[in-house]
């Protein structure tokens, strides 16, 4: 199994980007997709996470702002983010729960991880 995240880039506060992830070696089915991030100096943090039971979930800092979807037809997962901020700033990282674990914002539990997308917000 890949993950392969695009759409990354630079981009003003307030501006929006779409954040996809590609899989392949595996047909999306029965597991979780998530997403991650990791700025400077920093731990890697949970940002969200989509099921196939098409329950979504997201961190408190990006609730409102940040969209998960799944495109099952093209084994795609994206991450819409609007109302961008300079504190978005990090290094994003798609990830897979083969067994969509009730620990979603747990890396520990995901069983594949892409290479990540540098997302910058300027000020």
């Known amino acids: 199994v890949q993950l392969v995240e695009s759409g990354g880039g630079l981009v003003q506060a307030g501006g929006s980007l779409r954040l996809s992830c590609t899989i392949s070696?595996?047909?999306?089915?029965?597991?979780?997709v998530g997403w991650f991030r990791q700025a400077p100096g920093k731990k890697r943090e949970f940002v969200a996470a989509?099921?196939?039971?098409?329950?979504?979930y997201y961190a408190d800092s990006v609730k409102g702002r940040f969209t998960v979807f799944r495109d099952n037809g093209k084994s795609m997962v994206h991450l819409q983010m609007s109302s961008l901020k300079p504190e978005d700033t990090a290094v994003y990282y798609c990830?897979?729960?083969?067994?969509?674990?009730?620990?979603?914002?747990?890396?520990?539990?995901?069983?594949?991880w892409g290479r990540g997308t540098q997302v910058t917000v300027s000020s």
């Open positions: 990830s897979m729960d083969l067994e969509a674990s009730n620990w979603y914002d747990n890396e520990k539990v995901h069983d594949y």
């Open positions: 070696g595996r047909t999306l089915s029965f597991e979780t």
């Open positions: 989509g099921n196939f039971r098409e329950d979504k």
